[in-house]
Structures are given as structure tokens and as C-alpha cells.
């Protein structure tokens, strides 16, 4: 089962890494579309294949009074709203194998969350619906690991399939990105790197999940100089104000600078990798 989406993230005439960046959930329509307004624009004249991410529901909360969205069909037809009036691609996360075939008609790109990783009913639904899989490496699991996932959703019967490092813990409170793992999973899939759930702080005493959004440009520039294929990276208006990971996400207003900084990176690892 092919979708060609692997085709269009790879297929940047400047050799430019692709983008999955958007806010951490659908919280309205005018947020949504100012967003994915903003980032395709920029995206568009850096040259950077771009999808807009949104969940439209969080499932894993700290806390039974955490947001966990505005309701699954408007949050859907959010990011389908979004795909028609920027003629870009959507992704957004599935929790069980129902859910895969409910998001399947609003979305491009269907995400399997770390934590689900291995849930091999899910993996295959996903693979099923006819849309591209990305899969977020568990904290829990090596990179070598993951091949397994990667098989599971191709023998399913797609072959646009991702793959997305998002940390692995390291004690009780922090995630560690080991940067040996994106070559090491790129002999599997295209590797996504998520830079904003890299530099999570979670399990804190409050119940919510602390961040660290001063490191998001030093990871960036690490995930590309390393060979990342993508970044993935989650921005607001106003982080402050977000209603679910706010801590360590990026302001929308820096993330041009931001962009043609990592291009031009990209450009320069592009030229010393034609060398060797």
C-alpha cells in the first residue's frame, strides 16, 4: 500500500529536511488556522516539505483534570479544514485500533503514540487505513528495537512509514536523546526527530509535565547535523496559555528564525556529506 507521502516529505529540491510541527492539541478552529498559516508560509520559501501536527485528543494525562480536547469530530474536521484551505498534509495520533479507522478520513498521516508503540493491533490498523504511519520510538525501547515496529505496519501492507525519536528516560524525571540512534533507525525508515518532546520533564510533583524550550534550538541543531530526515516540533501563539505542553513548546513567533538557522545548517551538512 503506497501513499507517496514518504515521496513529497523527501521531496524538497533543496535537499531540506521536512517539518511535522503544530500545536500539542486542536484547542479551536482560529488557533488552528493561524498556526498552519504562519508555518507553511515560512515553510513554504525556506523549502521545507511541511505537514501540520495536531491531536485531537489527548489520551495520556498526568491528571483526570487535564484538557484532553474540544470533542473528536470538531477537532477531525479542524485539521481536515486545515489540509483544504493550505493544500497541505495533517497528521494527528490514534490510541486504539477503532480510532485509526475514525481519524483515517480527516488526516494524511497517522501517528502511533511512544507509550503504544508495540501495540501490534493498533500498528496494524493504522497500517490498514491506507494512510502513512508514524511511529514514535517508546522511551522505553533502543533504536535497534525499532525495526520491529517498522515491520509490523509494512506487512500490514503500507509503506510509508516514519519513524520518530521523541528521548528515552533517563531516571525519574528527564529524557535523554542518544544521537547514535538516527542512523541507526534510518536503515529502517526516515527518521523524525521531535525536538519539543525531546526536552520534556515529566512525572514532576504537580502532575504536570515540565519542559526545558530554551534547548529546542541546540537539539534542532544536533538532529540535523546527525542526519535527521524531519523535525518535529510543537509551537503556539502563546505557550503560556496552551492548554496541554505548554512548557516546552516553541513560540510561533520565533519559529522563522528558527527555521532558516536549521536550513542553513542543513545546507552546510548537505555540502560536507557530498565531500566525503
Known amino acids: 500500500m503506497k501513499t507517496e507521502m514518504i515521496d513529497y516529505l523527501r521531496g524538497s529540491a533543496t535537499g531540506n529536511f521536512f517539518l511535522l510541527a503544530g500545536p500539542c492539541v486542536i484547542e479551536g478552529e482560529k488557533m ?7 508555518v507553511a508560509s515560512v515553510a513554504q520559501r525556506l523549502g521545507i516539505p511541511y505537514v501540520f501536527k495536531g491531536s485531537y485528543r489527548k489520551a495520556n494525562r498526568s491528571r ?34 477503532e480510532e485509526a479507522a475514525m481519524a483515517a478520513p480527516f488526516v494524511d498521516i497517522l501517528q502511533i503514540p511512544a507509550f503504544l508503540c508495540r501495540q501490534t493491533d493498533l500498528l496494524v490498523a493504522a497500517a490498514r487505513t491506507g494512510r ?3 511511529v514514535k520510538k517508546g522511551q522505553f525501547l533502543s533504536p535497534e528495537a525499532m525495526q520491529f515496529a517498522v515491520q509490523k505496519v509494512r506487512d500490514a501492507g503500507c509503506d510509508d512509514v516514519l519513524i520518530t525519536d521523541r528521548g528515552s528516560s533517563f531516571g525519574y524525571h528527564d529524557l ?10 534510518r536503515q529502517f525508515a526516515p527518521v523524525v526527530l521531535d525536538v519539543t518532546h525531546s526536552l520534556q520533564q515529566p512525572n514532576t510533583t504537580s502532575g504536570v509535565t515540565g519542559g526545558l524550550p530554551q534547548m529546542i534550538e541546540t537539539i534542532a541543531r544536533c538532529g540535523i547535523a546527525a542526519g535527521a530526515d524531519g523535525l518535529f516540533m510543537e509551537t503556539h501563539p502563546d505557550p503560556s496559555q496552551a492548554k496541554s505542553d505548554g512548557a516546552n513548546m516553541l513560540p510561533l513567533s520565533k519559529v522563522e528564525g528558527l527555521l532558516r538557522r536549521l536550513t ?11 565531500e566525503g
Open 264 to 274: 542553513t545548517l542543513r545546507q552546510a551538512v548537505t555540502a560536507l556529506d557530498a
Open 176 to 185: 535523554i536523546v542518544d544521537f547514535r540512534g538516527i542512523p541507526t533507525m
Open 64 to 97: 483526570i483534570d487535564s484538557f484532553t480536547g474540544i470533542g473528536d469530530e470538531v477537532a477531525l474536521s479542524i485539521l481536515r479544514k486545515v489540509h483544504e484551505e493550505f493544500a497541505i498534509p495533517v497528521i494527528t495520533d490514534i490510541h486504539t485500533p
Open 32 to 38: 488552528a488556522l493561524e498556526i498552519a498559516e504562519h
Open 132 to 134: 502513512a504511519v508514524n
